[in-house]
């Protein structure tokens, strides 16, 4: 489950995991207030944190509108909504946060690294890794994690940006020297 300590992270999160139209953009807030019986404004102001006092029926009517249960809303624990099948934006006020930002990433990055015995993935690939930013909560990171990251990030970056880490790892700003050499086939 993921870390959100307060009621508007978990707000934030549970309307990101509500379903969402053919064009992947979840439901309008308006909508759902009107639909719901909620003041307009009142979710929006939850989920920037400008509101988080309301009263127990206001609550509920928002946990309904956002499926989530009441208590989870309230308090968080284990009756979390549906994971979310899109990228989670920051919460207003909030800023994106990088894979190498988090805390562990580096013992992270070196386990992932190890456990890449055969190195599938050059270095730079967990430099990608790093500057990625982080679509959806992270609650503990594992070298499988980094691994399956610097694996997207290289997979789906574009040739100049490898270029950019190809050229900062020639500047000395890579993990390149640290990782032993391939050895060529015979």
């Not at 944190?49 to 928002?62: D, I």
């Not at 599938?120 to 990251?149: D, N, S, W």
């Not at 020639?170 to 050895?183: C, D, E, Y």
Request: charged share 25%; proline share 10%.
């Amino acid at each position: 489950m993921p870390n959100l300590p307060t009621l508007p992270d978990r707000a934030w999160y549970a309307y990101h995991c509500l379903a969402r139209d053919g064009s992947g953009a979840p439901p309008p807030v308006r909508e759902l207030e009107r639909v719901h019986g909620i003041s307009g404004g009142t979710i929006s102001r939850l989920c920037r944190g400008e509101r988080v006092e309301l009263t127990t029926s206001v609550m509920l009517k928002v946990a309904v509108a956002l499926e989530a249960s009441l208590a989870w809303l309230q308090e968080g624990g284990p009756d979390e909504p549906e994971p979310p099948v899109h990228a989670i934006p920051p919460r207003p006020g909030t800023q994106w946060i990088r894979h190498s930002s988090l805390p562990g990433w580096e013992e992270a990055k070196r386990g992932a690294i190890a456990f890449d015995g055969m190195r599938r993935l050059p270095p730079e690939a967990y430099q990608a890794a790093g500057e990625m930013t982080v679509f959806r909560p992270i609650e503990r990171l594992t070298p499988e994690v980094v691994l399956a990251v610097a694996a997207y990030a290289w997979e789906t970056s574009s040739f100049a940006e490898r270029a950019r880490f190809t050229t900062a790892d020639a500047k000395g700003q890579s993990a390149r020297a640290q990782l032993p050499r391939r050895r060529a086939a015979k």
